[in-house]
């Protein structure tokens, strides 16, 4: 039976009541019934408009106490939809609600609860004398002016920001037409010239940084592409072995032992996950993370009398990213067996002290206030300087700012990562030498994120390399002959 049915069939309730004896509920009745006869009828139009006109969205059932049945179209409406159709159906208007019109026409309007200041008081305090709302509107306009120029700070910060790296970009790309038709088809010839060097110190273009970091580093040991194929298979078959049992006989091979090499597998592993975790690039799963681990692991094949040293995988990551795989190998290897490279990974005591002893001549030269502060707490150099010399400043420096150290270091040598390092300290004497020794320590193991090239190498510059008319190799001679 459907809705109209149903309200026609009240008309024989209505006629029912005909038969009642009592005349009062007769009277009930007929108005009770007429009123739900009334209801029917608004309910089976409803129903005429919305169910039959409408088409039922069989495509998204949904769902009922014992089964599906289609959704219901829930048109949502506008809030003023809402207000005529309530005031059309009760017949009374809804005024809107009083705006206030306290703080109009403001030019500037914090966004903080600032202007709170500017409030009366609630009706239960005492009310704020025409003084203190003078005061208040005085200490407000303060606020919002300083916050204007701030904003306006900040803005001249942005756009002088914008200005210098628009003017870098121009700059790389001018060199980099310089570099690509001009030096580097005349290597040899014009490398040492005052204009290249002059080029070399204010960056490297990134298209021609990995070309010019090859041909600096230069390739003394001949490895070619070949030979790391080579030591790249030999790696590859040693983690395959490792992994399964090994008998005793395989207990030495070429004075290493297997402990060692496992261990120095695992430390490679290891230290790829750490190495500039910020980038994701270098993890497992990520696009350079097998990269990485081949380059490492052909090196402990290739020298397995250095085999795998932590740090070395921020200087072959860097290679990478400049490089192609076997290139980057060829760099490594070659930079690596340079002698201050080499007396670190290899842990030389006397000549690591030799480095130490040359630089904290150079040290107190340029910086001898600092040296003394230095001294005081007997800060040495190794607490600072061994992570800097391993990673070649590229964990503790930001990377753009690591490579551009690096390409001024493949043109003078290991001379410029000591005068890098009275660089920073130049760059911050005036905080460390507020600090004691456990905040030193800490300050220079983690070097503050927001050093810019520019502060850095305007430091770099001030440097003096130089100590009773004797350089740097002088000096590091004469440090040998007292070790």
């Known amino acids: 039976m459907d809705i109209f049915s149903i309200a026609c069939d009240n008309s024989h309730f209505i006629h029912y009541s005909h038969f009642l004896k009592n005349e009062k509920i007769k009277v009930v009745y007929r108005q009770m019934f007429a009123l739900l006869n009334v209801k029917s009828l608004q309910i089976f139009y409803w129903a005429k408009t919305n169910l039959e006109l409408k088409p039922a969205l069989h495509s998204a059932p949904g769902w009922k106490l014992f089964g599906k049945v289609p959704p219901r179209e829930n048109f949502p409406k506008d809030s003023k939809i809402i207000q005529q159709e309530y005031e059309a159906r009760t017949g009374r208007t809804c005024k809107p609600p009083p705006q206030s019109t306290r703080r109009k026409n403001f030019e500037f309007e914090p966004l903080s609860t600032t202007a709170l200041i500017l409030e009366d008081r609630p009706s239960n305090l005492p009310a704020k004398s025409t003084e203190e ?25 942005r756009k002088r920001i914008m200005k210098e790296r628009f003017k870098q970009e121009e700059n ?18 014009m490398r040492t010239t005052r204009r290249v060097r002059e080029l070399w110190w204010q960056g490297l273009p990134p298209s021609v940084r990995g070309k010019v970091w090859s041909l600096a580093i230069g390739n003394e040991l001949n490895i070619t592409h070949e030979l790391y194929e080579i030591f790249l298979s030999r790696a590859k078959e040693r983690w395959r072995s490792f992994s399964e049992p090994h008998s005793e006989n395989d207990i030495e091979d070429a004075g290493v032992s297997v402990a060692d090499r496992e261990a120095s597998l695992e430390l490679i592993k290891l230290d790829i996950s750490r190495t500039f975790p910020s980038f994701y690039i270098f993890q497992k799963g990520g696009p350079y993370h097998d990269l990485l ?6 090196y402990t094949c290739y020298r397995p009398d250095v085999g795998y040293v932590q740090g070395m995988s921020f200087i072959a990551a860097v290679l990478i990213l400049n490089l192609e795989e076997a290139d980057a190998f060829i760099a490594f290897a070659n930079l690596l067996n340079k ?7 290899r842990v030389d005591h006397s000549m690591m002290l030799k480095y130490f002893a040359t630089f904290e001549v150079f040290f107190e030269e340029n910086l001898p206030k600092l040296f003394l502060h230095f001294k005081s707490y007997s800060l040495t150099p190794d607490i600072y300087l061994i992570d800097w010399i391993f990673t070649l400043y590229s964990k503790s420096l930001p990377l753009d700012l690591a490579c551009r150290v690096w390409d ?58 130089q100590n009773s008319n004797k350089k740097w190799a002088q000096v590091s001679e004469n440090n040998v002959v007292k070790c």
């Open 133 to 157: 709302a003078l005061r208040h509107r005085q200490e407000y306009d303060e606020m919002v002016a300083e916050a204007k120029k701030r904003e306006i700070k900040e803005a001249h910060k």
């Open 172 to 189: 790389i790309a001018s060199a980099m037409v310089i570099w690509i038709n001009e030096i580097l088809p005349n290597w040899e010839g």
């Open 293 to 298: 681990h081949s380059v490492l692991g052909a």
């Open 339 to 345: 002698p201050c490279q080499l007396a670190f990974f």
């Open 408 to 465: 001024v270091f493949c043109r003078d040598g290991e001379e410029f990562l000591f005068r890098t390092g009275l660089g920073i300290l130049r760059l911050y004497e005036d905080v460390l030498l507020q600090m004691d020794f456990i905040h030193i320590a800490q300050f220079l193991t983690k070097l503050p994120e927001d050093i810019t090239s520019e502060k850095l190498f305007s430091c770099i510059a001030a440097i003096q390399m």
